[in-house]
């Protein structure tokens, strides 16, 4: 999908329609300062750059006053050259839009995050409509062509007819109604004005009418003009039949961009570009492809030898020598997506089961918690071993999930309030983000073997597995 | 264009007209209301031909009026782009002509009058071509090609044109 062609026809286009548009209205006086002609085509070479823009960022771009640039784009959007969307958003939603910019324009990354402003603003956002203008500009010249064809021949044309007085204007099939029993003039219906035909306007300015030299040199000009028109429009034809065939370029409407751009950015693992978009979209779409890594990351655990059998089995197929980035990637997307299925699932029953659980097992299961240390204890001594290769982030990590273990399940509901989305964004960065999931997903297996007192050791497998985890993302 | 079509219409007669002839009643005030009408759809209705089916009566509440719905075949007239008729010349002016073939009207205007014809005033304004061969006046019989129709409901006009192969005079009221 190549937009070069395209933006060489709009740019022929403009030059060769736009050139001399003022978007000034008539009354104003044109002094040379006030002259804006020429704009347009500054304003679509702008635009042929870029693909989705806000307009206040084209008008800052242009050094142009906002006002001026809108009157421009308007006056462009009546011509159907491009589409508009306006949109009424906070400062946060800007930032979306900022984030897929720069995906795009693979600029600098947008790295403030501007405390958000609750005050809705109306943004516009302009682009051009390829297609459209393919189709704009080739029924323009038709038109063109075809009137001063029409005129030149005078064959088979419907005679116009104009009212000086009230420029009202009739045809030639109006002509019954026209007559007028006095003269042999048509008279105006409204204003009983003499009609003149109209089609003499265009071409004759000669004094004298129906002069058999005047038709003449009519005719004359007429194919001059056509001549002309041939000659001077030559290369935007040619454009126009290169483009012909090829795909045109489709941004689609504004927020398809936006979520296709900020898209594209993370599957480029931009990863400071995906910042933002997520924290503030959370795009639910994405992430589903990456499930099949997670299991990777299970199956992983088996390498400590304490993995269940399917697990295993799933760690030796799909064990490969996986880059650590990639498989951070998806892990990173779809523990957060878990974690917050879980958070949603659990919200509302967390502040009353926490209280609950530490009830109960003060009371009643007090061996299930001394197994579960006795475990946690194992699994650590284990842990150590591995994190002698690790590094300091990694330290930060035990640390965090010790305190969330060791508090025993209390902490748990403070260290999940902690990964709420809002705090995340400020924080450190990726690295806390995927401590948070696995906190999350501990304490939902502890929950289990809580509740489910039967199903205790798959649950401490289970939990295992999910500590295991850890690890993996750590080494990552 | 003429065409032999049926049609349908709802007669309301009068009950002065029932007795034995109410059949003949019906027919003869069918010719009268239709004969000559217009429609957009069909066009002007030139003739009945023949009645197909009258279906029963029914008495209207009230007035003691009775309808019958009337198929009818007929012969009408519809005027097309592109086609050619010839036409009688009502009236010359500096715009152009009027000229009507039955029932239609037809303009054409000077832009589609040949360019070597002249509008000349007077007392019997026409067109002329420079050596005085040709005049276009007040019932001069015209060969045209409807160029423009604009159809009304209940009218049709159309523009027409002199400015091709074959087409203008065909017959000339002051050298016949």
Known sequence: MSVEPFNKLVKL????????????????????????????????????????????????????????????????EEEKLITRDHRRETAKGAKIFSAAVAATADGQHPTKEGEEKIKLHTHSYCCLDYAQIYDVVRYRMHRMKKKLKDELDEKNTVQEYICPNCAKRYTALDALRLISMDDEYFHCESCNGELVAESDKLAAQEGGDGDDNARKRRREKLRDMLDKLEVQLKPLVEQLTRVKDLPVPEFGTLQAWEARASAAARSNGDSSGNDPSRSSQGLGGTPMPFLGDTKVEVAFSGVEGKGEGIKSEAESTSLKVLPPWMIKQGMNLTKEQRGEIKQEAKMDGSSVAVEFSDDKKSTESDDKKNLQDEYVKAYYAALLKKQQELEEAAKKQQELSNTSLFDGLSGTSSGRQVGMKSKRDEDEGDDVEWEEAPVAGNSNENYKVDLNVEADATAEAEAEVEDDDDVDWEEG | MFFHIVLERNMQLHPRHFGRNLRENLVSKLMKDVEGTCSGRHGFVVAITGIENIGKGLIRDGTGFVTFPVKYQCVVFRPFKGEILE????????????????????????HLIPDDMEFQSGDMPNYTTSDGSVKIQKDSEVRLKIIGTRVDATEIFCIGTIKDDFLGVINDPATA
């Not at chain 1, 085509?41 to 870029?50: E, G, H, K, M, P």
């Not at chain 2, 036409?87 to 000077?110: R, Y």
């Open chain 1, 13 to 76: 286009a403009a030059r060769a329609f736009y050139d001399d548009i003022t978007t000034k209205g008539d009354n104003q006086p044109k002094t040379g300062r006030s002259d804006n002609r020429g704009i347009a085509v500054v304003v679509l070479d702008a635009l042929t750059r870029r693909q989705w823009v806000r307009e206040e960022d084209l008008a800052k771009d242009l050094k142009l006053h906002s006002k001026q640039l809108r009157r421009t784009l308007r006056f462009f």
């Open chain 2, 87 to 110: 036409a009688v010349v009502t009236m010359v002016n500096k715009m152009g002509f009027f000229a009507e073939a039955g029932p239609v009207q037809i303009f054409v205007s000077n």
